[in-house]
């Protein structure tokens, strides 16, 4: 068997206690041709000394030497990489042991340049959501194939999948032949959009007729206090002070068709659409600008009144550039929010069992992505919701705890 070259890209900025965990679930890797790439976006912290205190070989310290947007700092980090698979792990993420070999062992077997992988959620004990703090979420979804690119692109822009099921970087595995393929049509830059995670998703399947995907407990998706995603898409809009960066920083502008970022998944793939048609991508992609502003709302809808009426005074001013007003305003009459109350939060918690096998942490001493990492590795855990009904009646309790001690501060 081929043992081709592995890239792991770690991005950073001034998280090492979680990117400590996260080089340790990289470092976890049995597996020779090897390099982790940790780009350091000019942190002011002890994030070089973390990374040199692996004494490993495998790991290639970098660092930008001036604060950039998070785009650029993954165009600087992959700038250095001239061969093989790639994959961008997040600095509170985690790969399982051997994931890499495995993913090498799809790539023999099914002669791909890519392979996507179904993540498991893991929220730190500092998540910002009292249920998630120290709560596995693992996906039921069966599914390990062949996967037709064009296909799987034309399901994703009309909502049947979501775009973390296409070929992308983000603890998703691609050869440097495809990147390059971007690259050549982009004037030897890869991402053109402050969003490179779901960009990097609409213009791989471009370059690639066919990959592979994979429910392979490979990836843990971390949810940290840190993590800006998490914080920026709560329902609740709390903001942390990595959401409030992401904001702020020197990153790329947003298209300017869409007026600025909003956390919203299906405008930013309108934005990164936008962005890549630019370069020759997309051409024959059209896309109605209603039809995702309608899909936007029907979940934001779900999400509470705070992110809700967010989500209207941007598709209002949105409205007023498009002079698409009238029709706006339907939509937005269409899809009145929801209230939310106990009862329901409740329910939207239990019916994620259908879709995931809920785990507390607590119960087996997990503490931090890289303990989840080798516990779902020798973990023989039931996909029987009774087992998830009752470690969410534990996080409840838990929440629930967290909350009342809360209110007495």
């Known amino acids: ?48 000394e973390i990374v040199q205190s692996f004494k490993d070989p495998r790991v290639k310290y970098i660092n930008t030497n001036k604060r950039t947007g998070m785009s650029q700092n993954w165009e600087f980090a992959l700038s250095h990489v001239e061969e093989g698979f790639v994959t961008f792990l997040g600095d509170d993420d985690a790969f399982t042991p051997d994931a890499i070999g495995r993913v090498n062992e799809i790539v023999n077997t099914y002669k791909v340049e890519a392979v996507c992988v179904y993540n498991v959620f893991y929220g730190w004990p500092n998540n910002i ?36 099921e296409l070929p992308f970087l983000y603890k998703g595995f691609v050869h440097i032949n495809a ?44 949810g940290s206090g840190h993590s800006g995603g998490t914080a920026q898409f709560s329902p609740e809009k709390k903001k942390s002070d990595a959401a409030e960066k992401f904001i702020k920083e ?25 962005q890549a048609q630019k370069w020759g991508f997309h051409q024959n992609t059209k896309l109605d600008i209603l039809t995702y502003i309608e899909q936007t709302l029907k979940i934001d809808v779900q999400t509470g ?18 002079h698409l007003s009238t029709e706006i305003e339907a939509l937005i009459t269409k899809h009145p929010v929801k209230t939310k109350n106990k009862f329901t939060v409740l329910l939207s918690i239990l019916k994620s069992v259908k879709e995931n096998v809920i785990i507390d942490g607590n119960i087996y001493d997990i503490s931090n ?17 009774i087992i998830s009904y009752y470690h969410i009646l534990r996080i409840l309790l838990r929440a629930l705890f967290i909350k009342k001690i809360k209110q007495n501060a």
């Not at 693992?138 to 979501?162: C, G, H, M, W, Y």
């Not at 300017?256 to 299906?266: A, D, K, L, M, V």
Request: proline letters at 4%.
């Open 129 to 164: 959501s009292d249920f998630y703090k120290n709560v596995l979420s693992i996906p039921k979804t069966k599914a390990n194939q062949v996967i037709s690119s064009k296909e799987a692109l034309r399901d994703v822009l009309s909502f049947k999948k979501n775009y973390t």
């Open 1 to 48: 068997m081929i043992e081709h070259k592995f890239t792991i890209i770690i991005p950073t900025r001034e998280r090492p206690d979680t990117l400590y965990w996260t080089l340790k679930t990289a470092l976890q890797q049995n597996y020779s041709n090897l390099e982790i790439i940790v780009s350091d976006n000019c942190s002011f912290d002890n994030t070089h």
């Open 305 to 322: 009144i705070v992110k809700y009426n967010m989500t209207v005074d941007y598709l209002r001013e949105l409205g007023r550039k498009h």
């Open 250 to 274: 020197d990153n790329l502008p947003f298209h300017e068709e869409y007026i600025r970022f909003i956390p919203s998944i299906e405008i930013i793939m309108l934005e990164c659409i936008a």
């Open 179 to 222: 990147i390059n393929k971007v690259k050549e049509r982009s004037q030897g830059r890869f991402f053109h959009s402050m969003i490179p995670d779901v960009y990097s998703s609409l213009v791989i399947p471009e370059v690639i007729d066919y990959y592979y995907i994979t429910d392979d407990k490979i990836a843990i998706n971390g």
């Open 369 to 385: 992505v890289y303990d989840a990492a080798l516990w779902l590795k020798k973990a023989s855990y039931s996909r029987n919701s």
